[in-house]
């Protein structure tokens, strides 16, 4: 990590530049596999499987039984942590769900909003070096609550605990498809996968260049995403130790991953830097961390409000607060994806049971991105019932603007309705 000593506001873009993802590059390579597989459908999908991943498909989905035996394939106390994680999980998006409220606006003018789940949503869980299950969980779940009527799954890794977490929420099909071509087969459709209204999830530099471009044709996708990110405000009452252990745990993800630590004090950097230079050592994906790490930095600054400032500039995709006044200091926060308070709430506990969720807006994008939420797998539509007296209230208001904008049939639906109630 680069220690860097009191950076004048005015530096602070270049400071908190994250790793540059060449996308325009990537994005011409994406292009044409999402052509193929719109061209060619299930074909094209095997053709990639065999290219990109050297296995041959006799087919694209993953049989009923597999999934059953997935089950019997894990332990015991694994199959109770995801049980565990997920009814946390469940408790806390279940109490995002809104009732329609109706709302009068004048004498005989009614109007309110309702939800309706997304009806198909695909979720995409890259196979790459780690099991993602903890992602469907975060996915399903929400997807679930909100009354999605097909959930579709892809994902290159058959992992058990992935087809275990795929029953456990509800996933209606599974398919043994990852890259830029799963996310193609789900914005298009093939013989075999539905086409669907959203897609969710994380990914490579592929995917996520193919979720943006399909973006680009009307497909609703979760965010704009990219490497995973973590920033912490530690303070003299910080344990160093664990400062260092929140800041591997997202460095451990990729080398494009970036992790950034801020204080006051100097002597807090430096020994939580210690601490990284230490536990890293002893992590079996040294290999991953240690280039992260050198995207990363250490930022001494002179004080509290200049921290907050400066944190509030990077819009972290998770912001850990390890302060004595944390709660406190986290109304200061208006950029953040999600805010983790005090000494004993690691970022690992948002990643997997706490109960809030996973899915978070990275590269900055927190400045005007939430993270996934039982909202962000339904649509809002809005409902308005008027009476006749209703009608006689607001219609001059309605004739009124609808002639300065010379919209005359707007007025007339008005006029003639007044009209005919004489």
């Known amino acids: 990590m680069q220690l860097i000593r009191y950076p004048e506001p005015e530096t602070w873009g270049s400071v908190l530049a994250r790793p540059v993802q060449q996308m325009a590059q990537i994005e011409q390579l994406v292009q044409p596999i999402l052509q193929h597989v719109r061209d060619h459908g299930d074909a094209a999908l095997r053709e990639y499987a065999l290219k990109f991943d050297q296995v041959q498909l006799d087919r694209l989905d993953v049989p009923l039984d597999v999934i059953e035996a997935a089950e019997h394939l894990l332990s015991a106390e694994l199959k109770e942590a995801i049980q565990q994680a997920a009814s946390n999980i469940v408790t806390f998006h279940s109490a995002q769900r809104q009732l329609p409220e109706k709302i009068e606006t004048m004498p005989g003018v009614t109007c309110w909003r309702k939800s309706i789940g997304i009806e198909k949503v695909g979720i995409y869980i890259p196979g790459g070096t780690a099991p993602l299950f903890s992602t469907v969980l975060m996915l399903g779940i929400p997807a679930q609550l909100a009354g999605c009527k097909e959930i579709i799954l892809c994902s290159p890794s058959q992992h058990p605990a992935i087809l275990y977490a795929a029953k456990l929420v509800g996933v209606t099909r599974v398919y043994n498809i990852g890259g830029a071509q799963a996310i193609a087969a789900m914005a298009y459709g093939t013989e075999s996968i539905p086409q669907v209204y959203k897609i969710f999830g994380p990914g490579n530099q592929f995917v996520t260049a193919a979720k943006m ?156 991105y939430s993270g996934v939420s039982l909202d962000s797998f339904v649509k809002k539509i809005t409902v308005q019932s008027i009476s006749q007296e209703g009608l006689k209230n607001i219609g001059s208001t309605i004739m009124e603007m609808a002639a300065a904008e010379s919209l005359d049939a707007h007025k007339k639906a008005v006029e003639i309705r007044l009209k005919e109630l004489g």
């Open 213 to 368: 471009l399909v973006a680009k044709e009307g497909i609703a996708i979760d965010m704009p995403a990219g490497p995973s990110e973590v920033a912490i405000f530690a303070d003299e009452s910080a344990n160093p130790a664990f400062v260092a252990a929140d800041l591997l745990s997202q460095a451990e993800h990729g080398k494009d991953s970036q992790v950034l630590l801020v204080s006051t004090s100097e002597e807090v950097l430096t020994r939580s830097m210690k601490e990284v230079t230490k536990q890293v050592r002893e992590l079996p994906r040294e290999d991953f961390a240690t280039p992260a790490l050198e995207n990363s930095k250490a930022i001494l600054v002179k004080d509290e409000r200049e921290a907050l400032d400066l944190l509030n500039a990077y819009a972290a995709e998770h912001l850990i607060l390890s302060v004595e006044n944390a709660e406190a200091l986290s109304e200061e926060i208006t950029n953040a994806g999600s805010i983790f308070l005090g000494h004993y709430t690691p970022e690992s506990a948002g990643d997997y049971a706490s109960g809030t969720n996973h899915t978070l807006p990275t590269n900055g994008y927190a400045r005007a």
